[in-house]
């Protein structure tokens, strides 16, 4: 009996995932053809069909390289600052005593639930308006530059290791900052990490707020410069879909690469105990 | 190097007092280290800026006549009371924007709960192929929307591969072109996207469910089915609290599905969402204030959705 539900699971398991994956090979599948192929043949590759012409078509039309660039300055921006701050104040709140520490705890906690639609226009209308920090890079990384998540996992991180440590470092006339840098932070590396790759998927894969703050071709994102692609422009090239899927492939490629060769960093307890605070 | 060590020797200094503990003194201002307060600052300073501020200008906003000045232009907005309230229902096109995320929510809510914790129960069990068959559901979790939009558009297009396949069976017109399946097809396209991350949540709440509660109920001769539902499902209640509440959260977000999928809403409007209608009237149309109007309603309906789920779920002990 066990052995036949095993088997059952197996299967439900395999047909899902291939369900789940089906899009993105027939992303690749369709990035490759010559000519759109929506019959159901089309769906397997026909080395007649075959081409790389649709990267070119899509690099003409949106600078792949620079939209890519664009991309990877946001998210290393974005990554930079959470870290920073992620490990400051992780730290701070785990193994240091100081007046404000509960409010800050409290704040980090609260901050996750202020839902980002409500804040789009009052962001839109300072950083675009006020700062005129539009068509600029500062002006992408600043809302997401503080992350509330990140600075949960670094203190849930932090609060396993004993206080001993410090406290003999402390003893052994070793200043703060110093206990900060050659203790604290070499300890956190494992905890860098899971921080890095969850942080990642956010900015790389964000579409609204670049899309609302850069005009200028040049400065946007890969996800923005694809979709504006999308939604204007699609009808006049030769193979529309094609060029699309193309530019598709560049866009999800280093997000699954890099998800693929960590994902054993990619934990569920980690992830949980960050959402849940 | 040289300057990391003095810093150490006069941070030492001013920080532990010679001769080590003191019994009893005063209890500093700033706590016994006010190190973390500095370590801190910035991040408080950030949360100020990009959080509290935009907080309180989004309700100012919705309570006064807000249009866009040129930089440094001193102009007057006055206070306008509910005007902005009013006029966001008496508009068509906005309540509908809202009665389309019902139908989302409705759509994509039980979905994703049931689907993620069936799959999240069966994954946990499974021992073959478990590396790939997590790959395959986290995939379009990490994928961006807007790359995997494309495809979508492809495979549910007039002669796409979902209509060859469904042959007669095919809606007439097309799925994303067809006023009453726009948003159920968009509802299962952000049920498929976010599924990976719910299934990851439900893995780790059911590493907390007692190996010792499955074998007492299968002593008292439960099957398979009946201690899923009278084990498992009771002992990952507390995540499917938080199941609930951010996939309300998500689909009260949507906004780059209906852009794109869809054409920004269509067809007639069958489509759009509140954060959708916030874009066109407040920077397309220049109203940030009934924008910010939208924003306001929007949250206070998530907030009764998820009191009113929390209620149901009885999530009090999560």
């Known amino acids: 009996m066990s052995r036949g539900q095993n088997i059952l699971r197996g299967v439900v398991l395999t047909v899902g995932a291939l369900v789940f994956l089906f899009p993105f090979y027939y992303m690749v599948i369709g990035s490759l053809q010559a000519t759109p192929d929506p019959t159901v043949a089309g769906a397997f590759p026909n080395p007649a069909n075959l081409t790389l012409d649709n990267y070119g078509d899509i690099n003409s039309r949106i600078n792949l390289l620079q939209g890519l660039l664009n991309s990877g300055i946001f998210t290393g921006g974005v990554i930079l600052c959470t870290v920073v701050f992620g490990v400051l104040v992780g730290y701070a709140l785990a193994q240091l005593q100081w007046r404000g520490r509960g409010v800050t705890f409290a704040l980090a906690l609260l901050v996750q639930v202020v839902p980002f639609q409500l804040l789009m226009i009052p962001l839109y209308v300072m950083i675009a308006r006020d700062y005129g920090l539009a068509d600029n890079y500062l002006g992408m990384i600043l809302p997401f530059a503080i992350n509330s998540t990140a600075v949960i996992i670094f203190r849930q991180y932090f609060l396993q290791i004993p206080k001993e440590l410090f406290d003999a470092a402390r003893i052994d006339g070793a200043g703060?900052?110093?206990?900060?840098?050659?203790?604290?932070?070499?300890?956190?590396?494992?905890?860098?990490?899971?921080?890095?790759?969850?942080?990642?998927?956010?900015?790389?894969?964000?579409?609204?707020?670049?899309?609302?703050?850069?005009?200028?071709?040049?400065?946007?994102?890969?996800?923005?410069s694809l979709a504006n692609y999308l939604s204007n422009v699609a009808a006049t090239a030769a193979n529309p879909f094609g060029a699309v899927l193309a530019g598709a492939c560049v866009l999800a490629g280093p997000a699954v690469i890099l998800f693929i060769l960590f994902q054993r960093h990619f934990v569920s307890n980690n992830i949980g105990s960050g959402v849940k605070g | 190097m040289a300057f990391a060590t003095k810093s150490r020797t006069a941070a030492?200094?001013?920080?532990?007092?010679?001769?080590?503990?003191?019994?009893?003194?005063?209890?500093?201002?700033?706590?016994?280290?006010?190190?973390?307060?500095?370590?801190?600052?910035?991040?408080?300073?950030?949360?100020?800026?990009?959080?509290?501020?935009?907080?309180?200008?989004?309700?100012?906003?919705?309570?006064?006549?807000?249009?866009?000045?040129?930089?440094?232009?001193?102009?007057?907005?006055?206070?306008?009371?509910?005007?902005?309230?009013?006029?966001?229902?008496?508009?068509?096109?906005?309540?509908?924007?809202?009665?389309?995320?019902g139908i989302f929510l409705l759509i994509n809510v039980p979905l994703t709960v049931v689907l993620s914790l069936v799959l999240a129960t069966a994954l946990n069990k499974a021992v073959r192929f478990r590396t790939f068959l997590r790959v395959a559901y986290y995939v379009p979790y990490v994928t961006a929307s807007v790359a995997v939009v494309g495809v979508w558009i492809f495979l549910f297009s007039g002669n796409g591969l979902v209509n060859q396949i469904l042959g007669p069976l095919a809606p007439d017109p097309a799925w994303l072109i067809n006023e009453d399946w726009a948003m159920p097809t968009i509802a299962i396209f952000v049920t498929w996207k976010g599924l990976g991350f719910f299934i990851l949540l439900y893995l780790a709440a059911l590493q907390n469910v007692s190996e010792e509660l499955y074998e007492a109920a299968s002593t008292d001769g439960a099957g398979k089915i009946r201690s899923f539902?009278?084990?498992?499902?009771?002992?990952?209640?507390?995540?499917?609290?938080?199941?609930?509440?951010?996939?309300?959260?998500?689909?009260?977000?949507?906004?780059t599905e209906p852009y794109l999928l869809t054409g920004g809403g269509g067809p007639n409007g069958a489509s759009s969402s509140p954060v959708l209608m916030m874009y066109q009237r407040g920077i397309e149309q220049g109203s940030p204030d009934t924008a910010a109007a939208i924003g306001v309603i929007l949250v206070i309906g998530v907030l009764i959705l998820a009191f009113i789920q929390r209620k149901l779920a009885g999530g009090d002990e999560s």
């Open chain 2, 229 to 255: 539902f009278s084990v498992t499902v009771p002992g990952v209640r507390p995540a499917t609290v938080l199941v609930l509440l951010l996939s309300t959260v998500t689909g009260a977000n949507l906004f």
């Open chain 1, 176 to 224: 703060e900052l110093r206990i900060l840098r050659r203790i604290a932070l070499p300890l956190v590396r494992p905890a860098l990490l899971t921080v890095v790759l969850l942080t990642f998927i956010g900015p790389w894969n964000e579409f609204l707020w670049p899309f609302l703050i850069t005009k200028e071709a040049s400065l946007q994102p890969l996800a923005v």
């Open chain 2, 12 to 101: 030492g200094r001013s920080t532990t007092p010679p001769g080590g503990g003191s019994p009893r003194r005063k209890r500093p201002l700033l706590g016994k280290n006010p190190f973390g307060l500095l370590l801190s600052a910035p991040y408080l300073i950030f949360v100020l800026a990009v959080f509290a501020y935009p907080l309180v200008f989004a309700f100012w906003m919705s309570l006064h006549d807000y249009f866009f000045a040129a930089p440094g232009a001193d102009v007057d907005r006055p206070f306008v009371g509910l005007d902005n309230f009013r006029e966001v229902l008496a508009d068509p096109a906005i309540i509908r924007s809202f009665g389309n995320v």
